[in-house]
């Protein structure tokens, strides 16, 4: 969390590698930097499959279903039918499967959000990245965003990194919280300990 200039969406960046830290170091899971080198995989896996960014429709002349699918057919080597199932199940766990047809320029705001997500889960990433994922929501929809943001983090154990300056929102989905103030960590804790640093 943190105002807006305060190093919020540069972290992200440094965590996929798009970016490279100018000091210290990223670990994820006690292994030095988040961009390794690409390693021998089994077939239909990517080197890079461990993470995930949630991220906008990538075209609006894709339908619902060739947005979600792109990742596996630009990365894997599955098949069609593995791609439909695959696309099915992770529409299915956002509530999106009926809508797998329709083009983006038919779903509102918070119907693409959920799209995004499914794409984000096709790889089975065990890190997904959000920045700022209930922005420009009103209020209900950005609650019903972070309430399945939180029930497909847990059903499908993986961990998510999200960036918010929106308080509300980051009570109801962390399990930890770090405040930044021009680019330093300035408060670090679980949400109710969190309440208490204010």
């Keep these: 969390m943190g105002q807006s200039g305060s190093g919020k969406s540069t972290i992200l960046r440094l965590i996929l590698g798009i970016l490279q830290p100018t000091a210290g170091e990223i670990f994820f899971e006690a292994v030095r930097d988040l961009a390794p080198e690409p ?4 077939a239909g896996a990517h080197p890079h499959r461990e993470w995930s960014i ?10 619902v279903r060739d947005n979600v699918a792109l990742p596996l057919r630009e990365l894997t080597r599955r098949s069609t039918d593995e791609i439909d199932q695959i ?3 992770k529409l299915a766990l956002v509530g999106m499967l009926e809508a797998k047809w329709q083009m983006p320029s038919e779903l509102s705001g918070g119907m693409r959000k959920r799209v995004s997500l499914a794409r984000a889960l096709v790889m089975d990433p065990e890190l997904i990245l959000f920045d700022e994922p209930t922005a420009g929501l009103d209020p209900v929809i950005s609650s019903v965003i972070d309430e399945l943001i939180v029930s497909l983090t847990e059903h499908s154990k993986v961990t998510s990194i999200i960036v918010t300056h929106e308080l509300d929102s980051a009570f109801r989905i962390a399990t930890r ?6 680019g330093k960590v300035i ?3 679980p949400p109710e300990q969190f309440k208490k640093l204010g």
Aim: proline residues 4%.
């Design 87 to 89: 696309v099915d199940e």
């Design 54 to 63: 949630s991220i906008p429709l990538c075209s609006v002349r894709r339908n």
């Design 39 to 42: 390693r021998e995989t089994s």
């Design 187 to 189: 408060a670090d804790a």
């Design 177 to 182: 919280m770090a405040m930044l103030y021009h």
